[in-house]
C-alpha cells in the first residue's frame, strides 16, 4: 500500500482504460457522432437521478391503502400522480424505449427481486441509473438460475416455505419491488418512511429497516 | 385484439428460429409455464428491431410463470421458487399439444 | 460481423499495465469515473442514432466472452465500442492509438 501522503505521480494514476474512454469520446465528437454538450448534459442527469421517485411511491402506498391499490394495479398511470409520465420522452428513453410500469408486491409468502438477463434494462425514471453490479454479467446470469445465492451475498436469506420470484424483464415492461413495511415504523410520515426506502429494496437484494435511509456511511453510524 | 390464452392457462414456449433481436431468452424455449396475467397487445420485438414501430405485428403478451426447478436441473434454491418473464402469444402453444 | 480477432490498439491497453482479469470482476470494487464517462458516451452514441444501446448490450457480451475474454468486465463497454469503431470504419487503428497518446500526453502535463 503505498504512503497515502506522498506525492501522486500522474502515471501510477491513469490507466489505459481511462485514456481509451477520453480517446473514444473525443473521436466521436470530432466525428459529430454527438456533442460534447450532450455527454456533459447527460452525465450531469445521470448524476441527479435517484430513486427517490421510486421511495415516494412505496411510502405512499404504505400509508394509503387506495393509493396502494391503484399502483399495483395501474403503475403507469398511478406515476403520474407522483409527477411521472412513463410515456413522456424525459431523456430516460422514449417510448419505444419500454412502455409499462408494474409494482411488484412484497408479501410474507413472494420475494420479489428484478433482473435484465438480455441487457439490464431498469426502471430509471423511478429508481435512477442502475447500480454497476446490476449490469454485470454476474448478476444477470446467476439471478436467474441460483437467486438465493446471489441474495445470500446481499445479506439476504429466506426460508423453504417463502418463494423468491425472479422477474425477468425482457421485453416493454419495466419493475419496481414494494417491499414490505419494517417494524418499528409505527406513526412514521410519509417522509420519514421514503428516506427507509432506498434503491436495493426496490430491485430485491434488501429489505427496508427502520434504522437505514443509505444517506450516511454505515461506519459514520449510518446503520446499527 | 382477443387474447388466445388465460390466466391459468399451461402454455410452453415455442423453440422458433429467431431473428437476432429476439427477447425470447435460451433458457425458456421448450419450457412450461402458467399464464398469470395479461399483458397489453404490443408490437412484437422482431419487427420493432426493424423499425416498424409504426406498422410491425402487434400481439396479445403475457407473464408466464415457471417453476426454477423446471428451469435448472440442478436448481439449488428450493422448491417454491419461480421466474417469471414476458412472452409474446406468437412465441408460445398449448400445453400437452405438439405442433 | 465483427472482426474474429482483437484489434492490437485495444489488446496493448491490457498488455500496458491495465488491470488483470480476475475469476469474477470484484463486486466491492468501485467504479471509477471514467466508467460513468464511458456509459455516457455509450448512451450519447445510442441517443444521437449511432448505436443502439441494446445491440451494443449484445456486442459487449458477444465480445467480452470471446476475443477479448482476457478484459475485466468493467472494461467491456470501453473496449467495444473500440472495437465498434474500428470494425465501422470510424476510426482507423493509428487514428485511435494517435488520440490515445496525444491524451496521455494532456493528462500527464501539469
Known sequence: MSDPHKPIQASEEISEFEVLELALRELAIEKGLFSAEDHRRFSEWAESIGPSNGSKMVAKAWTDPEFKKRLLENGTEASKEVGIDWTDPTGTGTPSDYTFFYVLENTPQVHNVIVCTLCSCYPRPVLGMSPDWYRTPNYRRRMVRRPREVLAEFGLHFPSDVEVRVHDSNQKSRFMVMPMRPEGTDGWTEEQLEKIVTRDTMIGVALPSADWDASKAPSAGGGK | ?99 | MTATQGYEVILRTLKSGGERVGDLDDTDRKPDPWESAMQATCECLSWRGSWDNLERRHTEDELGETIYDQFPVHSRSAITTAHTFLDRGIVSQDELQEKMTQIRARLERS
Open chain 2, 1 to 99: 385484439m382477443t387474447p388466445k390464452f388465460k390466466v391459468g392457462d399451461r402454455v410452453v414456449v415455442k423453440d422458433q428460429t429467431s431473428l437476432f433481436h429476439t427477447r425470447t431468452q435460451a433458457f425458456v424455449r421448450n419450457q412450461e409455464g402458467t399464464v398469470v396475467e395479461h399483458r397489453p397487445d404490443w408490437v412484437i420485438p422482431e419487427d420493432e428491431a426493424f423499425d416498424k414501430l409504426e406498422t410491425g405485428r402487434k400481439e396479445p403478451f403475457y407473464v408466464v410463470r415457471f417453476k426454477q426447478t423446471d428451469l435448472w436441473p440442478r436448481y439449488t434454491g428450493f422448491a417454491v421458487d419461480t421466474l417469471e418473464t414476458e412472452c409474446a402469444e406468437g412465441w408460445l402453444r398449448p400445453a400437452g399439444k405438439n405442433e
